[in-house]
């Protein structure tokens, strides 16, 4: 909806002059895709900019996908207005020895925007370390919106008449507005989201659970299942910061707890965490939560370190006395990636709850399932197909376990879609 109206909006603008609108077939082809080229580039950098109306409502891997899929287009209707430039101006007109300033913004606007495509796709193939990928992405990202903002300006067409010049504005407003909040405003007010840390438990041979209390206030309320993304230091002004579920109550906002696996250097850093080290939380985001829903029980599959979200909404039910039946289905290879069973025999007690463990390489004394997680497994667990339709069924793990399960669900059950909850954890 917010899409639509910002993409037609300019068009409508521009139909209120018409006299501006040449009548030449590739100038209106130019226009009209350069408009709605910038008014998507514009969501596309809106949308991940950590406004919790939009995590909460969207979810992140909404919010990724769309944000991809939006810049993707966005560059695609630049080339063609790029394209229909020259067929109404000639080539000459990119000629950079001779060209204006308006030329050359709109040239450093193009170039960042289709290096930033191999980049995207280097990021989800190659996996190059994240920070210098998302340094390099944001810088980017700033260059393409800052040269389109030249080029308009400097081009003097849209902002010459009152509503182009009113659209050109209030967009750039807003773009200002929310760098400044995003990068400024948030960080400053740092004192709303310092948290202690507690404790640091070992839950495996490559887990471990970080526990942090707010410092100086009441802790920030979420919704069990949200996440936060974490920095460490005593300033909330650090580049480096990475997401992680609150695996605590939602009942005791003051204190969060977080299991972390440990991938890389960040978390191999939180493992060493000493307590009364001051870190900062940016958060909650994330729609992936049974806050809200509905329904008659629940069905979590975890895999692996993906029993976090799982984890929290479970303690979070047993605070709150919900006694709404949940089937757990925890999946993992080795019996190390199990984590917290020793909490799911206490929630035991205090829910209506059903544990069923898959193994990949169980230990020698096991009675839980062995293999993957198949169809015949969820099967075996779930409740016939007329109770399977009131519940909602919640995703979390490695993506090939995710997209299996969600496949089971839908294409063998006939789940709707709207009942099946997913969160990746390398979304990005
Ligand atoms: C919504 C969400 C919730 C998560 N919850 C948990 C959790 O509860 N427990 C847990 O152990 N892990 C969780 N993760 C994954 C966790 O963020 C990464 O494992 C962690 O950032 C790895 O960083 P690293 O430096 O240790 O490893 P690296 O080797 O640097 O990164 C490994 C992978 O982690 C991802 N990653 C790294 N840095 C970031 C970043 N700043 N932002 C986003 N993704 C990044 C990338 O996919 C990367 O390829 C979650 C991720 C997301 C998106």
Known sequence: MAVTLLVTAPVVVLATAPD?????????????????????????????????????????????????????????????????????AGPGVLDLRTAPPRVWAATVATLALLAMVPLAMTRRKRRPRYEGWRL??????????????????????????RWGAAWFAGLLVGLLLLTAYRWMWRPWRSHQTAYVVDEVRVESASAVTVAVHAD?????????????????GESAFVFEEHPFTIASAATRPWRKEFTVKALGDFSEILAGLRPGRRVHLDGPHGAFTLDGLRSDGFVFVAGGVGITPMLSMLRTMADRGDRRPVLLVV????????????????????????????????????????????????????????????????????????????RILEDDWGVPDRRIHTELFDVV
Not at 28 to 34: E, K
Not at 50 to 73: F, K, N, Q
Not at 377 to 405: E, I, N, T
């Open 20 to 88: 501006r609108v040449g009548s030449n077939p590739w100038e209106r082809v130019s226009l009209v895709t350069s408009l709605a080229a910038a008014s998507l580039l514009l969501v596309a950098f809106v949308l991940p900019s950590r406004l919790r109306a939009i995590t909460t409502y969207l979810g992140v891997e909404r919010v990724l996908r769309s944000h991809r899929l939006l810049a993707l287009v966005a560059a695609a209707l630049v080339v063609i207005h790029v394209a229909s430039v020259l067929g109404h």
């Open 136 to 161: 390099l992405h944001v810088a980017l990202g700033n260059l393409v919106l800052f040269g389109t903002a030249l080029h308009v300006f400097w081009l003097h067409d849209l902002t010459s008449y």
């Open 216 to 232: 100086g206030h009441a802790g920030v309320d979420f919704r069990p299942g949200q996440f936060a993304w974490l920095k460490l």
């Open 331 to 406: 999946a993992g290879r080795t019996a190390d990636d199990l984590l917290h069973r020793a909490d799911h025999e206490h929630l035991g007690q205090r829910l209506d709850l059903r544990l069923v463990e898959v193994l990949e390489e169980p230990p020698e004394e096991w009675d839980g399932e062995v293999g993957w997680l198949t169809r015949d497994v969820l099967a075996s667990a779930l409740p016939g197909r007329r109770g399977r339709a009131h519940l909602d069924y919640f995703v979390c793990g490695p993506g090939p376990m995710v997209a299996a399960a969600t």
